[in-house]
């Protein structure tokens, strides 16, 4: 399918949760989008080493993508979304039934990190992106440009993985890969800007067993089955019962993966927010890097950052975005996008209700520094793309490890 883009805790009160359960207009069936991103096992393996291979070196020199993330001011104007029915919440996972904590700190989320993948170009880059709730605990949200490649016009972004809490090479709580992306039918299709966003499920974590990397020299290495090099590993990479085994010059190194257990279990998952009014503060947390139009480098992308303000109706028609909502924010483009929009953010719980992911920047006072960000107005088809991934099953994808001296 075609797809292109025209450019780049608190429990809720009683009225919110009573609105909640109300059925929300919402997308149908037909409306929402989904494609495999690692279909199987194999796949799900060979996409972590690849991530892993040559001490992170993928990781550590992913680039932030910069898909067209500049909104040029003119095309932002008052006007913008109105809900589609009632506004109702999804809890966080954890606050599904406690009351709020209070704390006069900014506390960052364990939920929020950088989702990794190879972009048009075949190299490597980077979004951001956050752990929502879902009934398997599965569940990772971002922009749609930052999942479907509305470069080359392929369907999705080859080696999809996310990574919660990435800091300078390192995986605290392991590498989730990506299995099946759920975007609405209108941004797959129609280009859609309003509908720029996804919802991944993941398999468990997978985290990395240094102990597990020996080098040795198999007795039948014709009985291993090659996987495609040019698609996993700069290396040639075998894969033969639970052992993976890269070959680099006359030596063969094993690699081993343990179930690092589900995402949500480990760090969390935001609650989502739908048909709200427009207005509201919110937090917006992400990995801002690049430069503003003036040249100052402002965000290296390497830490986590956040702003605050109250949301504002904005349309953008010339990107076929008319139900925009944006914030006033310092935030450059690149790296940013897929950052989390949160209503009502507890400090205490570090949780709250993801009500939009930026999709682009914009200058409006043509000072060359970037001071806005959009999201799309989540609504009741934003709430239905939502609800075709959050009962989905992902699993794990680790098997027990055996040294292979022993065979």
């Not at 060979?46 to 993330?69: G, H, K, M, Q, S």
Request: charged share 15%.
């Amino acid at each position: 399918m075609k797809r292109t883009l025209a450019f780049g805790g608190l429990v809720a009160t009683a009225g919110l949760l009573a609105a909640g359960l109300a059925a929300p207009a919402q997308a149908t069936p037909q409306d929402v989008a989904s494609d495999a991103l690692a279909t199987n096992g194999i796949a799900a393996w060979a996409t972590a080493a690849y991530w892993w291979n040559n001490e992170y070196a993928n990781l550590v020199n992913a680039t932030p993508y910069n898909v067209e993330t500049k909104v040029v001011a003119k095309h932002i104007s008052k006007g913008g979304p109105a809900p589609d029915s009632k506004p109702g919440v999804v809890p966080a996972i954890g606050d599904e039934k406690k009351s709020a904590a209070k704390s006069k700190n900014v506390n960052l989320p364990k939920t929020t990190g950088k989702v990794f993948f190879n972009g048009a170009d075949g190299r490597p880059h980077w979004c951001s992106a956050t752990s929502v709730q879902s009934a398997y605990h599965n569940m990772v949200a971002t922009a749609g440009h930052c999942v479907y490649d509305t470069e080359s016009n392929a369907a999705t972004l080859k080696n999809w993985v996310f990574v919660p809490g990435y800091y300078q090479s390192k995986t605290p709580w392991g590498i989730y890969v990506g299995k099946t992306a759920y975007t609405h039918y209108d941004y797959d299709v129609y280009e859609d800007g309003d509908r720029d966003y996804a919802f991944v499920t993941v398999y468990n974590g997978l985290k990395f067993n240094h102990d597990g990397v020996i080098p040795f020299t198999p007795a039948n290495p014709g009985s291993w089955k090659k996987v495609s090099y040019e698609t996993y590993s700069k290396f040639p990479v075998w894969f033969r019962g639970s052992k993976w085994v890269c070959h680099v010059g006359n030596t063969y190194y094993v690699w081993a993966f343990e179930d690092a257990g589900r995402l949500g279990d480990n760090v969390g998952g935001q609650g989502l927010a739908y048909n709200q009014k427009i207005g509201q503060p919110v937090f917006v947390f992400g990995y801002p890097s690049g430069k503003h139009p003036d040249g100052n480098q402002a965000f290296t992308g390497k830490t986590l950052k956040w702003t605050y303000g109250k949301t504002f109706a904005a349309t953008a028609p010339s990107v076929k975005a008319e139900e925009l909502q944006a914030v006033k924010s310092s935030f450059t483009g690149e790296g940013a996008l897929g950052s989390s929009w949160l209503l009502k953010y507890n400090n205490g719980r570090r949780l709250g209700y993801l009500n939009g992911v930026t999709i682009g920047v914009s200058d409006t006072d043509g000072n060359d520094r970037y001071d806005t960000s959009v999201s799309p107005y989540f609504d009741g088809e934003t709430y239905g793309v939502y609800s075709a991934a959050k009962n989905n099953w992902s699993g794990s994808i680790a098997v027990p490890w055996e040294n292979p001296l022993n065979h």
